[in-house]
């Protein structure tokens, strides 16, 4: 019998949004000291209405798409004209949104120290986001809710929702995230091993983060913007790494929606240290998408999300919106894209 939520925060403002508060539970899994989940809820101080869960991506947590802020470290005031979740919660929905179980995870971990992760695949993450759903509508009193999800959420949403929108789902919301196409693999997966066999004989159960703790670079960049380059190619540390996140698809500085350091270099500070590689390794499980009958929209940005997913694949009744400009990062950061 696993534990049941126990609240850790109540009826809390929100830097620099202080007319919404935030709830906070947090449950313990089976399995090591690191299998724990939690569940942020936020809405305005008299109150939301419908209920929507909104799904992170990978290396984010519930706790970046609230606060931006990794551990209660901050990089930044969040704004509700960029944030899916403060700018759904302004507008009078209780927005739900979970810290996976890598956020529990410390950067000191190493290889096999990992081996924890080892069953961290869609069997685990479907069953927490059940367990998240399930006290969502007894807390909310409601039947069922929205589900929407940012990058990985926006497939885990996909392959929740194969399973349980009749009994769970009023509608799906997908921002730059849903199948990926045959054959494409996204480039920030360093492909170490390519089988759950190979992973297990390894011993290399987990693939790090781009940012967050593993990689400080983005939080000395949002210290130190004008601090020289590493490539003399760029005039200063921000240039640099401004082009290498246009270059890989995730930002775009130069043209609409015009990607600004200040929003983008918090989002990279603030990612989990690890992510499972038995997510990635179990990608070719089958879901049957067709089968899900609820209104679905998806955002795509235009330098990553057109490029990388199928939109052939999605639910019948979907609509798609193409984000011009737009990068990957840019869905989280960007002007909301509910404004278009």
Same mark, same amino acid.
């Given at each position: 019998?696993?534990?049941?939520?126990?609240?850790?925060?109540?009826?809390? !403002?929100?830097?620099?949004?202080?007319?919404?508060?935030?709830?906070? %539970?947090?449950?313990?899994?089976?399995?090591?000291?690191?299998?724990?989940?939690?569940?942020?809820?936020?809405?305005?101080?008299?109150?939301?209405?419908? /209920?929507?869960?909104?799904? #992170?991506?990978? %290396?984010?947590?519930?706790?970046?798409?609230?606060?931006?802020?990794?551990?209660?470290? &901050?990089?930044?005031?969040?704004?509700?004209?960029?944030?899916?979740?403060?700018?759904?919660? *302004?507008?009078?929905?209780?927005?739900?949104?979970?810290?996976? =179980?890598?956020?529990?995870?410390?950067?000191?971990?190493?290889?096999?120290?990992?081996?924890?992760?080892?069953? %961290?695949?869609?069997?685990?993450?479907?069953?927490?986001?059940?367990?998240?759903?399930?006290?969502?509508?007894?807390?909310?009193?409601?039947?069922?809710?929205?589900?929407?999800?940012?990058?990985?959420?926006?497939? /885990?949403?996909?392959? &929740?929702?194969?399973?349980?929108?009749?009994?769970?789902?009023?509608?799906? $919301?997908?921002?730059?995230?849903?199948?990926?196409?045959?054959?494409? *693999? #996204?480039?920030?997966?360093?492909?170490?091993?390519?089988?759950?066999?190979?992973?297990?004989?390894?011993?290399?159960?987990?693939?790090?983060? =781009?940012?967050?703790?593993?990689? +400080?670079?983005?939080?000395? /960049?949002?210290?130190?913007?004008?601090? !020289?380059? +590493?490539?003399?190619?760029?005039?200063?540390?921000?240039?640099?790494?401004?082009?290498?996140? &246009?270059?890989?698809?995730?930002?775009?500085?130069?043209?609409?929606?015009?990607?600004?350091?200040?929003?983008?270099? !918090? $989002?990279?500070?603030?990612?989990?240290?690890? %992510?499972?590689? *038995?997510?990635?390794?179990?990608?070719?499980?089958?879901?049957?998408?067709?089968?899900?009958?609820?209104?679905?929209?998806?955002?795509?940005?235009?330098?990553?999300?057109?490029?990388?997913?199928?939109?052939? *694949?999605?639910? +019948?009744?979907?609509?798609?919106?193409?984000?011009?400009? &737009?990068?990957?990062?840019?869905?989280?950061?960007?002007?909301?894209?509910?404004?278009?």
């Amino acid at each position: 019998m696993y534990e049941q939520w126990k609240i850790v925060k109540s009826e809390s !403002p929100i830097l620099g949004n202080e007319q919404l508060v935030e709830n906070i %539970w947090k449950m313990k899994r089976e399995g090591s000291t690191y299998d724990v989940i939690s569940l942020h809820k936020v809405n305005l101080r008299d109150g939301g209405n419908e /209920a929507i869960l909104v799904l #992170p991506g990978t %290396w984010s947590s519930g706790e970046q798409l609230v606060t931006i802020s990794w551990h209660g470290v &901050y990089y930044t005031t969040p704004d509700f004209k960029k944030s899916i979740v403060l700018y759904l919660a *302004r507008n009078g929905f209780n927005v739900y949104t979970i810290d996976y =179980r890598t956020h529990y995870v410390p950067p000191f971990l190493k290889d096999k120290q990992l081996s924890f992760m080892a069953n %961290w695949g869609w069997s685990t993450w479907i069953n927490d986001i059940k367990e998240v759903v399930s006290f969502i509508k007894r807390n909310s009193n409601q039947e069922r809710i929205f589900l929407a999800g940012e990058s990985f959420g926006g497939g /885990a949403a996909l392959n &929740y929702s194969s399973l349980y929108w009749r009994d769970d789902i009023k509608g799906l $919301i997908l921002l730059d995230g849903g199948p990926v196409k045959h054959g494409i *693999r #996204p480039r920030f997966y360093t492909p170490e091993v390519s089988s759950i066999e190979e992973m297990e004989a390894k011993g290399i159960y987990a693939i790090p983060s =781009r940012g967050g703790p593993n990689n +400080p670079i983005w939080a000395y /960049a949002l210290a130190n913007p004008d601090m !020289p380059s +590493p490539d003399p190619k760029y005039k200063t540390i921000s240039d640099f790494l401004m082009d290498s996140l &246009y270059i890989s698809g995730s930002a775009n500085p130069y043209d609409y929606p015009y990607s600004k350091k200040e929003d983008v270099f !918090p $989002i990279l500070a603030s990612f989990d240290p690890y %992510w499972p590689y *038995r997510l990635s390794l179990e990608r070719g499980l089958k879901f049957d998408y067709k089968g899900i009958l609820v209104p679905t929209i998806a955002f795509f940005s235009e330098r990553f999300g057109l490029q990388v997913f199928d939109s052939e *694949r999605l639910p +019948p009744n979907s609509e798609v919106i193409s984000l011009k400009g &737009y990068g990957h990062l840019d869905v989280y950061t960007g002007l909301n894209p509910f404004s278009h």
